[in-house]
């Protein structure tokens, strides 16, 4: 069968599994698109560590998917069918009783030169795709709810919020490390008698001194002299 070569006015992406080779240059990837991100949220969105995300690499029930532009990866998904992990961040419970069998979209994430150019809706068709083939009913992901882009990208897309779990913060009251200025009394001729300051005062006498240079008494002669 012929290859049919696309439009020259549009780009090819193809997706295919992730393999060993492609870790080191995912991970890269995953910093490059997440860098602006993390920097405006109070936890990390991702990628969390390079150890977890290798770890990854081994679990059966999560698959990592890349999405390439003539060998270049413009794309990255990664899923999960079951809640795995010490790091999960859902209740399995709260879906069971809703009769939800949820696809967990980990990662979604799409090089800043390809936003905007349909990377994104080919990467959440091929997800679709995943959830139907395998009898899940729902998409489930977690967005930072300052992450305005990707919360109007979704919305547009069906998806809702289904918890209200977000971070809280109290302004505590409090005080200066410092002291703040204080005002003191000028210098000043000091008078007989006037107290002075700790440091300024007359040296006080010893026990050497204090017995034998009493005003008008000798002192004491030696034994044997």
Not at 1 to 11: E, F, H, Q, R, Y
Not at 195 to 200: C, E, F, G, L, Y
Not at 202 to 223: D, E, F, N, V
Request: aromatic share 10%; proline share 7%; with cysteine.
């Amino acid at each position: 069968m012929t290859k049919v070569a696309p439009p020259k006015d549009l780009l090819e992406v193809r997706v295919r599994r992730i393999h060993r080779r492609d870790l080191n240059r995912t991970w890269e990837f995953l910093k490059l698109v997440f860098r602006d991100v993390n920097r405006e949220t109070v936890e990390y969105q991702r990628p969390r560590s390079k150890r977890r995300f290798m770890e990854v690499y081994t679990s059966e029930w999560i698959e990592q998917l890349l999405y390439e532009v003539d060998g270049e990866i413009v794309g990255y998904s990664e899923c999960a069918f079951e809640a795995t992990g010490d790091d999960n961040w859902v209740n399995p419970r709260w879906f069971e009783k809703r009769g939800m069998r949820p696809l967990f979209v980990e990662e979604l994430a799409v090089h800043p030169d390809y936003q905007g150019r349909g990377v994104g809706s080919f990467m959440l068709d091929q997800l679709q795709h995943l959830a139907r083939t395998r009898g899940c009913t729902h998409l489930v992901l977690e967005v930072a709810e300052n992450n305005e882009a990707a919360l109007a990208w979704y919305r547009a897309r069906t998806f809702y919020k289904l918890d209200a779990a977000i971070f809280l913060a109290q302004k505590v009251p409090g005080e200066p490390d410092l002291l703040p200025p204080r005002r003191i009394k000028r210098r000043t001729k000091a008078t007989d008698g006037e107290a002075t300051s700790p440091n300024t005062g007359p040296m006080p006498a010893t026990p050497a001194t204090r017995g034998g240079a009493r005003k008008g008494r000798a002192p004491a002669a030696k034994k044997g002299s």
